[in-house]
């Protein structure tokens, strides 16, 4: 499992709405990571601009500001 997801399942990650467990209509892998989507043009608008929604989401994490890790568009 990878993405972002919930107890109840998974959301996604351009348009932000939560899908249940088997409510995804599709979904990409990237990186090892599979993301689910509600719709094909979501998935579309996530495969034009990948790097951008997956730095967002490790933003979201907290990843990018933990002490050792690079910190990207942080002057």
Not at 25 to 49: G, I, L, M, V
């Amino acid at each position: 499992m990878g993405g972002t997801s919930t107890r109840q399942g998974h959301v996604d990650p351009v348009c932000g709405r939560k899908l249940g467990r088997t409510g995804a209509e599709s979904s990409t892998e990237y990186k090892r990571r599979r993301y689910f989507f509600c719709s094909e043009k979501c998935r579309h608008a996530f495969e034009r601009r990948t790097e951008w929604f997956r730095l967002h989401e490790l933003a979201r994490a907290g990843a990018l500001l933990t002490p050792g890790r690079v910190r990207w568009g942080i002057a």
